[in-house]
């Protein structure tokens, strides 16, 4: 047997043991459901079988920031709805708010209540959407019934088919009129500096009153079907009251001059865990008060109080952390702005106690439902104004555009946008903080609590699973309206940024590629070969060979030189395709994987091998320097640890920090901070007893 063969070959069995103790410590929901957007947790088991730390992890990343450089402002409504499909109105309508600011310029009278019943109508439905479909159904059906009847057939199996007919109708009706009355439903078209397209058609009015009526109705019955089915269950009771779902944190909210909850306007309040207020500032000031951070485990930032600091994912009042969304604004409010919404609060308060502030997660979808109340009888008085019809619905903006900040608070949390341009009104800068970002830092607490204290000695269900889910789910989350950023760069620098991006994209369409052929392939992955190699074998899938050259690599970065009579091996490349050297050493003999090594064989590994696809590297960025074509365990020390470049991207010289992109099996791409690829689980493997090898990374 080859020496380097034989060595590799005993240290992989050394480490068996390892490996499948690890194996049995380790719990991983992915994906997680009835959200919007991807994400996935993983949790690590101590030898006790209880949670060391559990994780949640969001692999997908948005460029929005970046995209929005040079347009011009006035396409930034239009731009940021296409964020997300699920809240494209809030983004809408803070970037309105964010143009009237930029050219200090107010809407009319009339432009203003269309925009706030276009809103509080979104809002209604948005919420109704979470509370049947999305959250419901882990208390309609129950948190630990079958996972396939966690849905919202399993919800309309318990209420009722004519209870989910009268669902899906009121929403079907009020998002019409949202659609009659801003263009479009799910990326609205009316908003504009100083007001909005067009009055409404006063002939449309009495339906729209009749909306407006039919929709409190629906939201005081499900205030009652809240009641009926949550509160008189005391399992349920429990459950939302217990130290596994409560974090004592700072909230934030939108205020009116009556410190009364407002989803469209008004100032930022802040109040502490004591329920005693911090700050109170306009969106002007909200850098002063907000800041991020960052973790090499997520795109998502984490955002902090910023005069209290991050102290990391902790609780009280020394803890930055804090949060946004129902459960937020009713804590950072002092009522509610309509009397029946008003009255709810007050219940909703007694229920926990008659005290202020309530720290449970999943009280969240009880406040949830006061909001709808009020966002209900804000469409009655709305619609009821005289001045709703009015024809006088844009003021013409003057100014010169400077720097514009606009902020609504979506159903998920409060959103700000904040735009810079020259002159000509182009976008010089754009930073966008989303709810889901404002809370991310308290819903990564809220996912590690509850597994914490739901899992003990090992015995982990599905339904216990679902349960430590349910800790994300009751904040309603967007990821891909969170994840629009890369780590580490707020707000973010646009040429380096954008070569970042232009880099995923490469890897994304090579992902694809290799998709295309593993497709026509019988599902077997492209195999280790030279002449031709990878970059030839996969040509007639990505059809434009400057897709193998990261642009924030070196122009001319050091290649293998193949045969002249494949033009597209001899490219200027910067990424390794993986060998899968672990899976040909469990199946081949010394002999043949020295053959294969040496490319003198054709064989292919089956796709189908991969268990952890979402979780397991196709290709990666080489080192300038580097000549392989290839991702080889059994060369030198290992090609993953010699040949991989892990600081690519958003490394300061001589910090030996930043990262790298990547490409998974599933298609997905993302940055990995430096060694992220190789520790704590090596990603290049996909054998158990390779991706849990110790690695030595090198200082």
């Known amino acids: 047997m080859d020496k380097a063969v034989e060595q590799v070959w005993n240290q992989a069995n050394q480490r068996a043991n390892a490996a499948y103790m690890q194996s049995r410590r380790r719990a991983i929901i992915d994906p997680i459901t009835r959200l919007e957007g991807h994400g996935k947790i993983d949790i690590f088991l101590d030898e006790k079988g209880d949670v060391e730390r559990a994780y949640l992890q969001i692999p997908e990343l948005r460029g929005f920031e970046v995209f929005s450089i040079g347009r011009p402002a006035e396409d930034m409504p239009q731009i940021t709805s296409r964020i997300c499909g699920v809240c494209p109105t809030a983004h809408h309508m803070a970037a309105t708010k964010?143009?009237?600011?930029?050219?200090?310029?107010?809407?009319?009278?009339?432009?203003?209540?269309?925009?706030?019943?276009?809103?509080?109508?979104?809002?209604?439905?948005?919420?109704?959407?979470?509370?049947?479909?999305?959250?419901g159904p882990d208390f309609i059906v129950g948190p630990e019934a079958p996972a396939a009847e966690r849905n919202v057939v399993g919800v309309i199996n318990k209420v009722g088919l004519e209870v989910g007919k009268k669902v899906i109708g009121i929403r079907k009706r009020v998002r019409q009129m949202m659609t009659e009355l801003a263009g479009k439903v799910i990326h609205p078209v009316f908003g504009l500096p100083g007001g909005v397209s067009k009055p409404m058609d006063p002939a449309k009015l009495p339906e729209y009153k009749e909306i407006a009526k039919d929709a409190l109705d629906f939201a005081l019955f499900t205030l009652q079907v809240f009641k009926d089915i949550v509160l008189k269950n005391q399992d349920y009771v429990k459950l939302i009251t217990s130290d596994a779902f409560t974090h004592k944190t700072y909230y934030m909210g939108l205020v009116d001059e009556k410190n009364k909850v407002n989803f469209y306007d008004g100032q930022l309040r802040v109040v502490d865990p004591n329920g005693k207020e911090y700050a109170k500032f306009p969106v002007q000031k909200y850098r002063d008060f907000v800041a991020e951070h960052t973790e090499p485990w997520s795109y998502i930032k984490f955002c902090y109080l910023k005069p209290?600091?991050?102290?990391?994912?902790?609780?009280?009042?020394?803890?930055?952390?804090?949060?946004?969304a129902p459960l937020a604004r009713l804590n950072a409010a002092d009522g509610m702005a309509t009397p029946q919404a008003q009255k709810a609060y007050e219940e909703f308060f007694n229920t926990f106690g008659g005290k202020k502030p309530v720290h449970h997660t999943l009280a969240t979808h009880y406040a949830r439902v006061v909001e709808i109340i009020q966002a209900a009888e804000s469409m009655v008085q709305l619609v009821n104004d005289p001045e709703i019809t009015g024809k006088d619905v844009r003021n013409i903006p003057t100014e010169k555009p400077t720097v514009g900040y606009g902020v609504v608070e979506a159903p998920r949390g409060t959103l700000f946008h904040h735009y810079e341009t020259d002159e000509r009104g182009l976008i010089k800068m754009a930073n966008l903080i989303v709810a889901t970002q404002n809370n991310a830092a308290r819903i990564a607490m809220s996912v590690d609590k509850a597994a914490k204290g739901l899992i003990k000695g090992g015995k982990v269900s599905e339904g216990l699973l679902n349960k430590i889910e349910m800790a994300f789910r009751a904040y309603d989350p967007c990821f891909g309206c969170a994840t629009h950023s890369l780590p580490g760069s707020t707000p973010l620098r646009a040429k380096e940024a954008g070569r970042r991006i232009s880099c995923l994209n490469n890897l994304k369409q090579l992902g694809l590629a290799h998709r295309l052929y593993v497709d026509d392939n019988n599902g077997f992955c492209c195999p280790r070969t030279l002449n031709p190699a990878w970059m030839t074998k996969l040509y007639e899938y990505y059809k434009d060979a400057r897709l193998l050259h990261c642009p924030s690599d070196v122009p001319e970065p050091n290649r293998f030189r193949s045969d002249p009579a494949y033009p597209i091996d001899n490219s200027p490349y910067s990424y390794l395709i993986n060998a899968w050297n672990d899976y040909f050493l469990s199946i081949l003999t010394p002999a043949q994987f020295q053959l294969y090594l040496s490319s003198r064989t054709n064989i292919a590994m089956p796709e189908s091998v991969v268990r952890y696809p979402s979780d397991t590297i196709l290709f990666g960025e080489k080192e300038s320097t580097s000549t392989h074509i290839y991702m080889d365990f059994a060369q030198g020390n290992g090609n993953d640890l010699e040949e991989i470049e892990q600081s690519r991207h958003g490394a300061k010289s001589g910090s030996g920090g930043g990262?790298?992109?990547?490409?998974?099996?599933?298609?997905?791409?993302?940055?990995?901070?430096?060694?992220?690829?190789?520790?704590?689980i090596n990603l290049w493997a996909v054998t158990d007893l390779w991706r849990t090898n110790t690695i030595a990374v090198p200082k």
């Open 98 to 135: 964010a143009l009237d600011d930029l050219y200090k310029v107010q809407p009319t009278p009339t432009a203003r209540k269309l925009r706030e019943l276009v809103y509080n109508a979104f809002m209604f439905e948005d919420h109704t959407l979470h509370v049947y479909i999305l959250g």
């Open 308 to 324: 209290v600091g991050w102290k990391g994912f902790e609780e009280g009042e020394q803890s930055g952390v804090y949060a946004v």
């Open 659 to 680: 990262g790298s992109n990547f490409a998974f099996v599933d298609g997905s791409v993302r940055y990995l901070r430096a060694w992220r690829s190789v520790v704590p």
